[in-house]
C-alpha cells in the first residue's frame, strides 16, 4: 500500500476556468513560465462562433492568425482555370464508398431507406493529452487563487504538504493523503476535482482525507487528479493542486483484478410518445475489454442488436407506447468472466403528443409567404439519436431549407486520401426531399474540421487537392444541392485573409479558384460567401466589401452573401444590419441569413431573446435581396451554444418566445 502526498498546478484550462470564477489574482507558485499566460486577445465585438462565444474579449479558441491591415482582397487571379491534376493527386470516390442500406432497426426513420457508410470505421486517434516528457518535467507548481479582499501578508493561503507526482502499476491499489495546512492555524477545506470510476475521496476526520484509486488497463498513461484547499477565513481564497499519476502495465498481467463492465453514461433525453426511439448504447470495461450488452426491461417490440459497424455499441429500437418516466435496464457482461456483470438503467422522459403541438401558422408557410425561405442546421445523424423522432417532426413541420451542420465538413466527408463518407449528407437529402425541404451545401471550404492528411499535404499540392475536393464533394450533389457556401469564414477576426491550409499554401487567390471551380462544377448553383461578424460595422465587413469588388472586378463568379447572425440577446446594431445588407444588394449579390441563433446575456429574458429574433427577421423581410433566414439548429438541446440557449425550441422542443415573434414577425406586411 502507497502513501503520498503531491502537489501540482492544474492544466491552462483550469486555470482559465480558475481565473473566471472571481475578480481575483492568480499566484502561479514556483517556476511557471510566463508562457503559460491564458490572456486571450481582443476580438471584434459580438460573437466568436469559432471559440467561445464572446461578451467582448475572448479570443478564437482556434488560435486564428490573419494576415492583418488590409490586404487586397483577392489579389490577383486566373480568369480561367488551368486543367485538373492529371492523374488526380488522390483517388476520386469509388463504388467503394458509396453508401449501403442500413438494417432498419438502427435508425428512428421508417419513411424512406437510411444508409450508412460502408466499411470499418476511420479510427480517432487523439493524441494523448499528457506525455512522458509531461511528467518528467516534474510536479507543478501550486495556483493560489487570492479575492481582490485579501492580503496574502496577513492571511496566508492554505497548501498542501509534500505532494508530489506518483508512479504506479495498473491493478495497485493506490491511497494518497491529502492534508491541507492552513498557516494561520485553522483547517482548511478541501475539494477534489471530477474522480475517474471507481476512485473515492474519503474523509479521515482529522483534517485530511485519502484518494483512493485502482488504476486499470484503461488508466495506462499519465493521469492527473487536482484538489482545492479552501482558506478557514475567506472561502474564495484558494490554493489549487494537481498531482500526476503514471500508470505502467505490470510484468505479470493475471495480478490485475478483472472487474465488471459498465455502460456509458446515457443522459437524459425528452422524447415524444408513439415515436420510434433509439438508443445508441456502449458498454464500458476499464480491463479495456468490449463487454456485451443484454436487454433487461421488457419492451414490446423492442430490438436490440450490436451495432454491425462498431462492436462496443448496441442500438435499441422501440415505440414509446407509455409517457411518464422510463427506466430501461441494461445488463453489461464482461467479454472474459460471463459471472462478471452489472444492470444499469437509461431514463428517458416520455411526454404526450399533445404536448409538442404549436399554435398559429408554420413558420416555412408564413416565410413563403414573403417569398423567403426558412430554416435550419441539422444534427449529424440525428435519425440515430433517442429524440430523432421529435427532431425530425420539428424540422419537418416548422422548415423548408435545411444545412448540413456538421457532415459535410471535409474530416466527415474525406476523412482519409480517397475515402469518403456521404452516407450523413445523402440521409439529409433523402429527409430533406421527404420533407419539401432544399439543402444548403455548407461549408465547401473551411480552415477547421480538416482532415489531417489535407493539413499535413504538401503546400505545393493544396491547390490541386482544394480543385478535386470542390469538383468530388459539388459534382456529387449537382442535381440536388443548388445553394453552396463555397468559401465559409475567409476573413480573419482583424480584417484581412484568415490563416487557413488554403490561403497559407495558394495565397489569397485561393478565393477566385474556388468560386470559378465551383461556378465551372455546379453552374446552376447560388455560390455564397459565408462568415460571421460581418453584419455590423468593424475590420471583417470593411474587408467583406473590398473582397466583394475585388472578385466582382475579376469576374469572379459570386452569387450571394451568407450572414451568419451568432449573435447574443443585446445586439442593438440593427442599422448597421440593414446598411451592410443594402451594400451587399447595392453589388447585385443575395444575402442569406444562414446560422442564426441569439445566445441569452447574463439576465436577459426570452423576451429580449425574441425581440432581437423580431428586429433581425423584419430586416430580412424589408430587404429584397434577402432569400432566406436558417436558425443554427433546432432546438436549444444540440446548440453548440447550449449554455446559452439560443435558439426557438428549449431543449424540450416547446416553442419559446422567440418562435411566437418570429411567427408575428413573418405574418406582419
Ligand atoms: O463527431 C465527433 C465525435 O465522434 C466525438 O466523440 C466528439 C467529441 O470529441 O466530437 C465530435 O465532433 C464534434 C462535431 O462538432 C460534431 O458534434 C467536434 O468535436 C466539434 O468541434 C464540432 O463542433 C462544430 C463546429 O462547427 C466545428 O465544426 C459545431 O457542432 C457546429 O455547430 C459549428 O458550426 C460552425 C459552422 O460550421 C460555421 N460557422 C460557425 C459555426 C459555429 O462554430
Not at 403541438?357 to 423567403?372: D, F, M, Q, S, T
Not at 474525406?414 to 451545401?441: C, K, T, W
Amino acid at each position: 500500500m502507497m502513501q503520498y502526498i503531491r502537489q501540482r498546478l492544474p492544466s491552462s484550462a483550469t486555470r482559465t476556468t480558475l481565473c473566471a470564477l472571481c475578480a481575483i489574482s492568480i499566484t502561479l507558485l514556483s517556476a511557471c513560465s510566463s508562457s503559460n499566460d491564458d490572456s486571450a486577445n481582443e476580438t471584434s465585438a459580438g460573437t466568436n462562433p469559432n471559440g467561445t462565444t464572446d461578451a467582448g474579449g475572448n479570443t478564437d479558441d482556434i488560435g486564428n492568425t490573419d494576415t492583418g491591415g488590409n490586404t487586397d482582397a483577392g489579389g490577383t487571379s486566373t480568369d480561367s482555370l488551368a486543367e485538373l491534376p492529371n492523374p488526380p493527386l488522390s483517388e476520386p470516390p469509388s463504388e467503394n464508398d458509396e453508401p449501403i442500406a442500413e438494417d432498419a432497426n438502427l435508425s428512428s426513420i421508417s419513411e424512406f431507406q437510411v444508409v450508412r457508410d460502408p466499411g470499418p470505421r476511420i479510427p480517432v486517434v487523439l493524441a494523448p493529452t499528457l506525455t512522458q516528457a509531461d511528467f518528467d518535467a516534474g510536479p507543478l507548481p501550486a495556483v493560489v487563487i487570492t479575492p481582490s479582499d485579501v492580503d496574502p501578508n496577513t492571511n496566508a493561503p492554505p497548501f498542501f504538504e509534500n505532494l508530489t507526482d506518483v508512479e504506479a502499476v495498473a491493478g495497485e491499489q493506490l491511497e494518497i493523503i491529502y492534508k491541507p495546512v492552513d498557516p494561520d492555524g485553522d483547517v482548511p477545506g478541501m475539494f477534489p476535482e471530477e474522480l475517474p470510476p471507481g476512485a473515492s475521496f474519503d474523509d479521515n476526520f482529522d483534517g485530511s482525507k485519502t484518494y483512493r484509486w485502482q488504476p486499470l488497463q484503461n488508466n495506462v498513461g499519465i493521469n492527473e487528479f487536482t484538489v482545492t484547499a479552501i482558506d478557514p477565513l475567506n472561502s474564495q481564497y484558494r490554493t489549487v493542486r494537481t498531482i500526476r499519476i503514471k500508470v505502467e502495465l505490470p510484468e505479470d498481467l493475471s495480478t490485475i483484478p478483472n472487474v465488471a463492465p459498465t455502460l456509458e453514461e446515457f443522459p437524459l433525453h425528452t422524447v415524444r410518445e408513439n415515436d420510434l426511439i433509439v438508443l445508441e448504447l456502449k458498454g464500458i470495461d476499464l480491463n479495456g475489454t468490449t463487454p456485451s450488452l443484454e436487454l433487461v426491461s421488457e419492451l414490446p417490440n423492442a430490438s436490440f442488436v450490436q451495432h454491425p459497424r462498431f462492436e462496443e455499441t448496441y442500438t435499441l429500437q422501440f415505440t414509446a407506447s407509455t409517457t411518464g418516466l422510463l427506466n430501461i435496464d441494461i445488463l453489461a457482461r464482461d467479454s472474459i468472466d460471463s459471472s462478471l456483470t452489472s444492470v444499469n438503467s437509461v431514463v428517458l422522459s416520455v411526454l404526450p403528443s399533445a404536448d409538442f403541438a404549436r399554435e398559429g401558422v408554420r413558420l416555412k408557410e408564413l416565410a413563403a409567404a414573403r417569398n423567403i425561405q426558412f430554416g435550419y442546421a441539422s444534427l449529424q445523424e440525428f435519425y440515430h439519436r433517442p429524440d430523432g423522432g421529435i427532431y425530425a417532426a420539428t424540422a419537418a413541420d416548422e422548415f423548408n431549407l435545411v444545412t448540413p451542420e456538421n457532415s459535410m465538413k471535409m474530416d466527415q466527408v474525406n476523412p482519409l486520401p480517397g475515402r469518403y463518407q456521404f452516407a450523413d449528407i445523402d440521409n439529409l437529402l433523402s429527409f430533406a426531399q421527404f420533407n419539401s425541404m432544399e439543402v444548403h451545401g455548407h461549408p465547401v471550404l473551411w480552415h477547421r474540421q480538416l482532415p489531417d492528411w489535407i493539413q499535413d499535404a504538401a503546400p505545393e499540392s493544396i491547390e490541386g487537392h482544394m480543385r478535386e475536393y470542390i469538383v468530388r464533394l459539388m459534382s456529387r450533389y449537382e442535381t440536388s444541392i443548388n445553394l453552396w457556401d463555397v468559401v465559409n469564414e475567409p476573413i480573419g477576426d482583424n480584417g484581412g485573409f484568415r490563416s487557413s491550409v488554403w490561403f497559407d499554401a495558394i495565397g489569397e487567390s485561393y478565393i477566385d479558384i474556388a468560386y470559378r471551380q465551383a461556378r465551372q462544377t455546379a453552374p446552376d448553383a447560388t455560390l455564397l460567401l459565408n462568415d460571421f461578424d460581418i453584419s455590423f460595422n468593424g475590420p471583417k465587413a470593411d474587408t467583406l466589401f473590398t473582397m466583394l469588388d475585388g472578385m466582382i472586378d475579376r469576374n469572379v463568379p459570386i452569387d450571394g452573401v451568407g450572414f451568419q447572425m451568432h449573435v447574443f440577446s443585446d445586439f442593438d446594431q440593427f442599422d448597421e444590419v440593414r446598411a451592410n445588407f443594402q451594400s451587399v444588394a447595392d453589388r447585385d449579390l443575395d444575402i442569406y441569413i444562414t446560422e442564426l441563433d441569439v445566445a441569452l446575456s447574463d439576465g436577459a429574458t426570452f423576451q429580449q431573446q425574441a425581440d432581437v429574433y423580431k428586429n433581425i427577421v423584419e430586416i430580412c423581410l424589408e430587404q429584397s435581396r434577402c432569400k432566406a433566414i436558417q436558425t443554427w439548429g433546432v432546438s436549444d438541446q444540440y446548440s453548440f451554444r447550449r449554455i446559452f440557449n439560443p435558439l426557438l425550441f428549449d431543449r424540450q422542443y416547446m416553442a419559446k418566445p422567440a418562435y411566437s415573434a418570429v411567427q408575428e414577425a413573418l405574418s406582419t406586411q
